[in-house]
């Protein structure tokens, strides 16, 4: 060798060039594998999953997905599938160390013969290169990507089995209809678990990673089968199954079944309540970590489990209900305009209609797009058809989003009430929301009136400033001016009265008369002698706003939201005692782990290994206490007045024990109930979203209430007719219902005219015996009443004539007079 390296100079040249390549390929090769992500990061790698929730009965009602996906374990794998991928994709897995050469090289003379085409080369990628390419490197067509995508199969190999690298591939190949992994493409595609795939079907999935948006259309059909019977034959050739079955195989059709959306309950505006919530304490992407400051637990890739409180039941009650009264509201109005607008020059309008998430689900109403207007409109619909629309006002333009309905050949207009509402429905024992509807529909637009939406309250803020006053001496039986109160602004305001509605008003009555008639000068006068600034400080702790001291206030001129009001009503029907309102129970990781529960109380000694013969450990009260307990009684108490004589009279047919408070605002251009049971405690309001008048004829009463009605009749299996039950220190006492005097005679009942009624009074508070010349005088003040109101032509609260009967009651109006 020495002597042919001093006399060849041809052996000394190759030798140098040799060495020169082996160097730049040494260095060309540190150059791609310096920079590559670490193999041993799969050992940690998660998969990104959707976020599942639940109801409150623990089935599943929707899921927070970008993407299908599904995460199993190897051993959740059938052995078919196995065989159906390995055959397609990779027959020599378990035999090579990342690489099959033999594959590369096929792939490499496939290159160079397509090179400079716009054909693309046959990848020869093992799984393992594909797990590589997936998961670490991306999609990049390049020789570069390639060889960095060998050298990291090989390194992953070293870090995980065989089984491991193939339950990542199992999981994560993209396979079409938005499906990442087997599972997900198992229900995609055939609407069924892959553990209860045929062969046929198993075979079909196999064919996807070639490509996944390809075989799954119809016009593709005959080359899927081609290729599925390919993959059958390979399975024969590899051993995995006979002849005979692939044949079998092989005679079945794909039986596709057609794209679904995912299963939903149609509680939109409760499930974007959760899904902010979710968002902000965990984050929405991978990358971001919300509230927690944890990575690894998003909404769109953490796969948490989210168990709520939205029963399904009562929220299909209150969507029917409120959208009936809406509905009622709109009358015969027709079409009042578009639900929104499209712009013609951005595009094609049905292309335009169908990625603007649009829609609606009420009766067979569909939503579509205005093609062509004029004497002879057109409606094109998300299929790309345009059809005769009849109906629609010569005001409709192109571009116009309404809805309609199919009749005949075409489709004819249909108005979206313009007036929309809230309601909201809540466990007064836990704080957990049970309904929650936020307008018509969520699908034309997610703004959620229920907790979104600042409205005056009108007279549901009442019962609030009756609390306060309870908690400054005065009692239900208390004797309160129904007369005119007036308030010195200053010189620039002058002097400011404020009245009742419908006019009229004098005399006394008790405190239990003035909440079940709503009587705004009577609720001024009790915001007077208790203090404004006692009022608005019971109102705020509360949690239903923070007000100014002003008289408009005790009235219901301060806005606030549904939401606010139904927990403030809840903590009255629970002895004063608030709870949160939540949407959420708990939530899960992917593991089972709970990272976030609504109830935060601990019980100690719950965990004992055994019992230390001590008394059973018990969670301690939630929630937190906001009002006396007597007080907070004794306002429902007299709320039950308003559904048995009062301004909500239309709700006492349902024979439940309920409180509540109707509210009418200024205009009038807000419609109010707010109340419930021991158990269940709702609230609603209709009115227009920019506010205006509804019509002198709308009331809490004959507008809202009903909403309630329906919604108890709806669901009255589930409302029982168990009473409130009075707190320790309250005293069930006998008093006249007009005067407020104690009498010992007579038996209290639940007629709404009864003249002997059972008060709730704090100890040492009971009014004094009623005498005869109290009974006179408290006659003549209602003879002279009668008389007044008759001269006023004023409609009376009762028709306190021949047969004393009552009849619908007008009310207060919330607002500034």
């Known amino acids: 060798m020495r002597d042919n390296w001093h006399h060849s100079r041809r052996l000394r040249v190759l030798t140098y060039l040799g060495g020169i390549g082996l160097i730049l390929l040494v260095l060309a090769w ?81 290159y160079a013969t397509k090179y400079g085409s716009d054909e693309r080369a046959v990848g020869g990628s093992t799984i393992t290169q594909q797990v590589a390419k997936n998961l670490l490197l991306g999609d990049e067509y390049s020789v570069t990507r390639k060889l960095k995508e060998m050298i990291l199969a090989q390194r992953i190999e070293q870090v995980l089995t065989k089984e491991e690298i193939l339950e990542l591939y199992l999981n994560e190949i993209a396979l079409g209809r938005r499906s990442f992994g087997v599972q997900a493409a198992s229900r995609a595609y055939f609407d069924k678990d892959v553990g209860d795939l045929e062969l046929h079907e198993a075979a079909f999935l196999a064919i996807l990673p070639k490509a996944p948006e390809r075989y799954g259309r119809a016009r593709y059909e005959d080359m899927a089968i081609e290729r599925r019977n390919f993959v059958l034959d390979q399975m024969v050739a590899n051993g995995f199954v006979s002849r005979a079955d692939a044949s079998a195989a092989k005679a079945k059709p794909l039986g596709l079944v057609q794209q679904r959306t995912e299963r939903s309950a149609d509680a ?72 929104a607008t499209l712009n013609p020059e951005n595009g094609d309008l049905h292309s335009q209609l169908a990625s603007s998430n649009i829609s609606i689900n009420y009766e067979d109403w569909r939503i579509g797009v205005i093609t062509e207007g004029g004497s002879s409109p057109k409606i094109g619909m998300t299929d790309g ?39 909201l429905a809540e466990s007064p024992k836990t704080g957990r929301v049970l309904a929650m509807q936020g307008g018509f529909d969520s699908r034309l637009g997610s703004f959620n009136r229920a907790t979104q939406a600042l409205r005056q309250p009108g007279s549901t803020i009442k019962p609030f400033v009756y609390a306060s006053a309870l908690d400054h001496g005065m009692t239900p039986a208390t004797m309160v001016p129904d007369q005119t109160f007036c308030v010195w602004q200053g010189a620039n305001l002058g002097e400011k009265c404020f009245r009742n509605f419908g006019g009229g008003g004098g005399g006394e009555h008790t405190m239990r008369w003035g909440l079940e008639q709503s009587r705004n000068l009577m609720t001024v006068h009790i915001a007077d002698d208790t203090g404004m600034q006692n009022v ?98 004794q306002v429902v108490h007299m709320l039950q007045g308003v559904v048995t004589r009062g301004t909500a009279v239309r709700l006492r047919s349902l024979d439940l024990p309920l409180f509540g408070k109707t509210g009418t605002t200024n205009g009038p251009t807000n419609a109010w109930f707010v ?16 506010p205006r008048n509804l019509g002198g004829w709308v009331q809490g009463g004959n507008t809202a209430a009903p909403i309630m009605k329906q919604f108890i009749e709806a669901t009255r299996d589930r409302w029982t007719s168990d009473d409130f039950i009075a707190p320790p220190g309250i005293r069930m006492v006998k008093i ?26 704090k100890p040492d508070t009971e009014p004094a015996r009623a005498t005869r010349s109290d009974e006179l005088a408290a006659k003549r003040s209602e003879i002279l009443d009668l008389i007044r109101r008759a001269r006023e032509g004023v409609r009376g609260p009762t028709q306190q004539g021949r047969d004393d009967q009552p009849t619908d009651f007008v009310e207060d109006q919330g607002g500034i007079y």
């Open 385 to 423: 058809e345009d059809y005769a629309l009849s109906g629609a006002p010569s005001s409709v333009k192109v571009g116009d989003v309404v809805a309609a309905v199919k009749t005949g050949e075409g489709y004819a207009i249909r108005g979206v009430p313009e007036v929309s509402g809230g309601f």
């Open 675 to 690: 109340g419930g049971t021991p158990d269940i405690i709702a609230g609603m309001y209709v009115g227009f979203d920019q």
């Open 268 to 339: 939109g505006y409760f499930l974007e309540e959760v899904r902010r919530q979710l968002i902000e304490k965990f984050g929405e992407t991978a990358e971001e970590t919300g509230e927690s400051g944890e990575t690894g637990n998003s909404v769109y890739a953490g796969g948490l489990w989210v168990r709520t409180s939205l029963d399904t039941e009562l929220q299909d009650a209150a969507r029917d209900a409120l959208r009936a009264q809406l509905l009622r509201y709109h009358g015969n109005r027709g079409y009042t305009g578009p639900i």
């Open 536 to 633: 608005t400080e019971t109102i705020s702790r509360l949690g239903i706003g923070d007000y100014e001291p002003y008289y408009s206030f005790a009235l219901g001129a301060g806005d606030t939201t549904v939401a606010k009001m139904v927990n403030g009503y809840a903590a009255l029907a629970n002895w004063g005692r608030q709870h949160e309102g939540t949407v959420i129970d708990y939530v899960q990781d992917r593991r089972g782990k709970v990272i976030f529960r609504s109830d935060r109380r601990d019980c100690n000694r719950c965990n004992m290994d055994e019992w230390d013969g001590q008394p059973m450990p018990r969670f301690e009260p939630g929630g937190r206490q906001v009002l006396d307990p007597r007080t907070a009684f």
């Open 30 to 110: 540190a150059s791609l594998a310096r920079n590559l992500p670490e193999a041993d990061s799969l050992l940690e790698y998660e998969t990104p999953l959707p976020t599942v929730v639940r109801g409150v009965d623990g089935e599943i009602v929707h899921s927070y997905a970008r993407e299908r996906r599904v995460q199993l374990q190897y051993a959740d794998f059938p052995q078919v599938m196995i065989e159906a991928i390995l055959s397609a994709e990779d027959k020599t897995f378990f035999s090579h160390g990342g690489v099959d050469f033999t594959g590369t090289l096929n792939a490499v003379v496939d």
């Open 736 to 761: 006249d219902r007009r005067s407020g005097k104690r009498v010992f005679e007579g038996t209290p009942t639940n007629e709404p005219t009864a003249a002997v009624i059972w008060e709730a009074f």
